[in-house]
């Protein structure tokens, strides 16, 4: 019932796929009764060992989900090592006495990391954010066997048995349809392709005459509101505001406090009322 040990390369798919699957379909598969003894022993012993065996015997089972999701685009040895990582919590949380059997309880566990997985890489930009964008991507990822579009009534069918609007069929379909592009030039790109890159495209509204005029304009009315408001306020407030906030060496409330000769609660209120005057000056 044991499994050998192998050479620690032979068990990690990103250094040679064909050595790992071969390696792993060398692990005796379990029987009902083997299984149930060391999911016990786990369950109830928290036998390391037998969470070992567990798993090993498993792996194979995580090749063969991962060959279904080959059509991503993804590396299969980054997926099965994602989906190594759902065998092992779904190892965890497996309880002997609901009577299934570990792969089909561990199932869901491994196309769940996938799932993540795809969704994290497949695209720069995620395409399905949602659980009901999630379910209706890999669905309709998977029922798209040629590269034509829907048809209504392939779209329609899609939705009905999704119980989702058409519209959203036709909208994750355009998600599937589109492509990375990159925002920059490549650095080896020569200029004959170089200038399509978007980056090339965007317009710079800081040197827009038009806008810098304008900026410049509402700064001068700023700047001359400000002052014809201050103008406005007692000796005492318009002293306050200027050291509080328009001298370089800003005082504290503290140090206004001592200058008049009052409390640094006293200044504070000051403060606030000449700051609603300012406002209303500015406004009017």
Do not use: C
Request: overall charge negative; proline content about 2%.
């Amino acid at each position: 019932m044991g499994t050998s040990l192998q050479p620690v390369n032979t068990l990690v798919p990103g250094q040679n796929l064909g050595a790992y699957v071969q390696a792993v379909n060398t692990f005796p598969v379990l029987s009902a009764e083997e299984e149930q003894k060391l999911a016990e022993e786990l369950y109830y012993g928290e036998n390391l060992e037998a969470a070992r065996q567990l798993v090993m015997a498993h792996l194979r089972f995580v090749v063969h989900i991962a060959k279904s999701y080959s059509g991503y685009g993804l590396a299969e040895s980054d997926l099965i090592q994602e989906g190594n990582v759902g065998l092992m919590k779904a190892v965890k949380r497996f309880n002997p006495e609901k009577g299934v059997r570990l792969v089909s309880f561990a199932v869901h566990w491994i196309k769940a990391e996938m799932h993540e997985f795809i969704l994290r890489n497949w695209r720069i930009v995620k395409v399905a954010t949602t659980k009901a964008q999630r379910k209706l991507f890999f669905n309709l990822r998977g029922r798209k066997k040629r590269l034509a579009w829907l048809t209504n009534d392939e779209a329609s069918a899609v939705a009905k048995d999704l119980n989702v609007d058409v519209k959203h069929v036709r909208q994750m379909e355009g998600r599937l349809a589109a492509m990375d592009a990159s925002f920059d030039a490549g650095a080896d790109e020569d200029d004959d392709v170089a200038y399509l890159a978007p980056a090339n495209y965007l317009e710079d509204k800081r040197y827009d005459p038009s806008v810098m005029l304008e900026n410049a304009d509402w700064a001068a009315n700023n700047v001359s509101g400000l002052e014809s408001a201050l103008e406005k306020l007692d000796d005492r407030s318009r002293d306050i505001l200027h050291q509080r906030w328009l001298s370089e060496d800003k005082a504290t409330l503290h140090d206004l406090a001592a200058v008049y000769g009052v409390s640094a609660e006293r200044i504070r209120q000051l403060e606030k009322n000449a700051m609603k005057k300012v406002r209303v000056y500015m406004e009017a």
